[in-house]
Each structure stands twice: as C-alpha cells, then as structure tokens.
C-alpha cells in the first residue's frame, strides 16, 4: 500500500525566504506524485506534478519539486516566500495504474500548513 | 473552460438522516472522484467513477454510496447519518484515460447534529 508523510505539520518563514516542505512516499514503484494547494475554504489547487521524464518540475506560483527516487522524495521549494502563499499543502501520490488500466485513486500526506511572517 | 461545480456548498443534518451531494465535472472529463476530509483523518479517497461505472472504491462503510451518469455529473449520497461524517467532500474530474490530473471542486460543507 502506498503512503505519503510530509514532515512538519506546519511551516513558518519570514516574507522573502526559502520555503521547503517535505514529502516523502511509500511506493512498491515509483508513482505518480503530486502538490496541491488549499486556501481557507475552498477545495485543492493543483501546484505540479511529476509522471515522468525530467524530475525537476516547475509548477505555478514560482514553486518547484523535485523527484529524487533513491530518498523517495518529492519536496517542494519557493525561492522566495510571499503572504499569499500562506495555505496548506497537500503531497499525494497514485499508482501507475494496472496494465489497460490507470487508477485515480490520490493518496495524500497529512498537509503543511505554511505561515508567512511580514 | 468551467471548473468543477459541487452543491449545495453548505449543509447541515442531524443523525440518522440521509445526504446527497452532486458534482459536475469539468466539460469532457469522465472520471469523478470524491475525497472525504476531516481534521483527524486527513483526505480520504471514497471512490471513483469513470463512464458511469465504480472503478474504485475506498474503505469506508457502505453508508456511503456513489453514482454516475451518462453525462459524466455524480452523486454521492450517504445514508443515516453519524455525527463522525462531518467533513469537507470533495470532487475532483479528470479525463480519466492517459492523465492522471484531477482537479478539485470547492467541496461542501457537511454538518451533522
């Protein structure tokens, strides 16, 4: 069975700086991974996402993750932190999917809720 | 292009009733999923339809029961209602063939007295 743990439960960093959050899997395989983002009340922004090729990924808002399969890692990374950031983010993974077959079936981490300090 | 539209936004029922939630996917997409979220457990997968047929299911009792039809909306409905399915449901729509993108609705909000 797959698993997702993302350490730090919450995040703090000052506007400007270096965000980093960690996502770590659990996988038979290498899977399919994901970053998603939610703000207050609303449902999940997909951030990027890493199926195959390159393992260096650009998603939206200037953040970025990278695979690195021998540490089963996907952490995300913002060069530069601004207020609007402020959310919970999400990693989650999915299989590979059957042969004939794909399976959308995400599993997540528990979320990082990241506070940006002015 | 409209994203996905779930409704109604807000709901409140007491214990023993029963629910029903709709999502509308994204124009084209086939596959609707719904995800469960609470405080304590995080995000749960609850199932998956694609063409109008379960094509996966997570592990929660069969309270919770799903559907969809031909032009691809879906429905989820859980029956008597216990005060611990009080959570966020969300759907999420993708063309359910090739990409594995899901992209979320802004869920609804279901409270149970």
């Known amino acids: 069975a797959q698993s997702v743990t993302q350490l730090g439960s919450h995040v703090s960093v000052s506007e400007g700086a270096l965000v980093l959050l960690r996502c770590n899997y659990s996988?038979?395989?290498?899977?399919?991974l994901f970053w998603y983002v939610q703000y207050p009340n609303q449902g999940l922004q997909l951030l990027l996402k890493?199926?195959?090729?390159?393992?260096l990924v650009k998603g939206i808002n200037g953040f970025e993750a990278e695979f690195k399969k021998s540490e089963t890692s996907f952490h995300l990374t913002k060069p530069s932190a601004h207020m609007s950031d402020a959310a919970e983010y999400f990693c989650?993974?999915?299989?590979?999917?059957?042969?004939?077959?794909?399976?959308?079936?995400?599993?997540f981490g528990k979320g990082t809720l990241l506070t940006v300090n002015p | 292009k409209a994203g996905v539209t779930q409704t109604p936004r807000y709901l409140i029922k007491t214990r023993g009733q029963q629910v029903t939630l709709s999502c509308s996917p994204i124009?084209?997409?086939?596959?609707v999923s719904w995800y469960q979220q609470t405080p304590g457990q995080g995000l749960q997968f609850l199932f998956e339809y694609f063409s109008e047929t379960q094509r996966n299911k997570g592990n929660f009792p069969g309270r919770f029961s799903g559907r969809q039809f031909s032009n691809s909306r879906s429905e989820m409905n859980v029956s008597t209602l216990e005060l611990g399915d009080s959570a966020l449901y969300l759907c999420?729509?993708?063309f359910g063939q090739g990409t594995t993108t899901q992209y979320f609705g802004p869920g609804t909000r279901l409270t149970v007295l």
């Open positions: 890493y199926t195959t090729g390159a393992t």
């Open positions: 124009s084209g997409h086939r596959s």
């Open positions: 989650a993974v999915s299989d590979r999917g059957r042969s004939g077959g794909s399976n959308y079936k995400l599993t």
């Open positions: 996988s038979s395989v290498p899977p399919y």
């Open positions: 999420a729509s993708s």
